[in-house]
């Protein structure tokens, strides 16, 4: 599984020219689920997710997470980043998870963080074609893979 975390002053998803779903100040967190990839490594991953410290504190250092800013995470489900890169010039998706497991486990992360209390979830719909804007704040962009 791989997460691609960007922290962002806002971010936004479009399915068909209307927003399904927005933050302000947060996380945009970009999912690709592998093949293997389960439910344990998911909750594992999503909080993580929350507590990574990427935002500046008081002394501009990155000390604090989402959960303590009271951010807000955009989370998007993205096909692509289980592409298999390695050779030639065509990504290989023979490492993604099937559509269904893929998901069950978006679907899940996105569960789990609607049960946070102390971050707003927003979220893009699963395989649809959509379009991601963002303010990239810094640019800080992560990636936490299980």
């Excluded at 967190?29 to 389960?38: N, Q, S, Y």
């Excluded at 594992?44 to 959960?67: A, C, P, W």
């Excluded at 490492?95 to 069950?104: G, L, S, T, Y």
């Excluded at 609607?114 to 979830?121: A, D, F, H």
Aim: glycine share 10%; charged share 20%; no cysteine.
């Amino acid at each position: 599984m791989k997460l691609l975390l960007q922290r962002v002053s806002q971010a936004q998803v479009q399915v068909g020219g209307e927003t399904v779903g927005a933050i302000g100040p947060g996380l945009l967190a970009l999912v690709g689920v592998e093949r293997g990839d389960d439910g344990i490594l998911a909750q594992r991953l999503t909080e993580r997710m929350l507590n990574y410290r990427m935002f500046s504190d008081q002394q501009g250092k990155m000390n604090l997470s989402v959960r303590d800013i009271q951010g807000g995470v955009l989370l998007v489900s993205q096909f692509t980043l289980a592409a298999d890169t390695d050779k030639g010039l065509r990504p290989g998706f023979s490492i993604a998870a099937a559509p269904e497991q893929a998901q069950q486990i978006y679907l899940d992360m996105l569960a789990q963080l609607r049960r946070e209390t102390t971050v707003q979830v927003a979220s893009g719909v699963f395989a649809a074609d959509m379009q991601v804007m963002l303010i990239n704040d810094g640019p800080v962009t992560f990636l936490l893979e299980g």
